[in-house]
């Protein structure tokens, strides 16, 4: 039940982009983006719903397809401060609130 | 202004013991969450409420019990804790049940020996 993330973990010098993978087996009504630096909360980035509205942060984008249960969250001309633990939380159901979260994608931007 | 707080932040105690974590909002949302978070970084979500009403509860011990006093706030009791326990409780809020942002407070990171 839980979405599977990939990669685990990327190393990215600043500058570089990267993407991160998020798929799930169940049919989906939104996917959200959490990041998490170190000793810290989850830090909300992006929610992307059924139909193609986003919602979120300005300088990272996302995509969501909904027929292949996926989405992908593109970090482009990463920076430092990019560093820090991806969760993508994928929703069933659209009245819920309930998150399920995948087990996370570590990045670290090394300068 | 704090949106989320929870305390205490650490929290250390023995095997057996009971304890609480307390979580209060000042966003006027309807929604509170809770989630541990193990060793190995997995956030799995245990309890939500809306207005006080328990929507979420997940296969978890019964030995955890959540208490929503008023829409702002949602404590975590657990009773004779176990090793297993260890891990960083977070508590969250959204502004409703539909597909909204979640708001995380800075955790409280729960030892037991």
């Known amino acids: 039940q839980q979405p599977v993330q990939s990669p685990q973990a990327v190393i990215l010098r600043e500058g570089e982009d990267a993407v991160i993978n998020c798929s799930s087996s169940?049919?989906?009504?939104?996917v959200h983006w959490y990041r998490q630096k170190h000793g810290e909360a989850p830090v909300f980035l992006m929610i992307?719903?059924?139909?193609?509205e986003q919602k979120g942060h300005e300088k990272i984008s996302a995509s969501f397809n909904e027929k292949k249960q996926q989405s992908s969250l593109y970090l482009t001309a990463s920076q430092l401060s990019y560093s820090g633990t991806y969760f993508c939380?994928?929703?069933?159901?659209?009245?819920?609130?309930?998150?399920?979260f995948g087990q996370g994608t570590t990045l670290q931007v090394k300068p | 202004d704090t949106a989320v707080s929870q305390t205490p932040k650490y929290l250390v105690t023995q095997m057996g013991n009971d304890k609480s974590i307390k979580c209060e909002q000042n966003?006027?949302?309807?929604?509170m969450y809770w989630y541990k978070q193990d060793s190995k970084k997995f956030l799995k979500i245990m309890f939500s409420?809306?207005?006080?009403?328990?929507?979420i509860n997940e296969t978890v011990p019964n030995r955890f019990s959540p208490k929503s006093p008023d829409k702002a706030h949602l404590n975590l009791h657990i009773n004779s804790l176990e090793l297993g326990d260890s891990a960083v409780y977070f508590c969250?809020?959204?502004?409703?049940?539909?597909?909204?942002?979640?708001?995380f407070g800075p955790g409280t990171r729960l030892t037991v020996l």
């Open positions: 966003l006027g949302h309807d929604t």
């Open positions: 939380g994928p929703t069933p159901l659209s009245n819920t609130g309930k998150l399920i």
């Open positions: 969250a809020s959204s502004q409703d049940l539909t597909v909204r942002e979640q708001f």
């Open positions: 409420y809306n207005n006080k009403e328990l929507i």
């Open positions: 992307l719903l059924k139909g193609g």
């Open positions: 169940k049919a989906l009504y939104s």
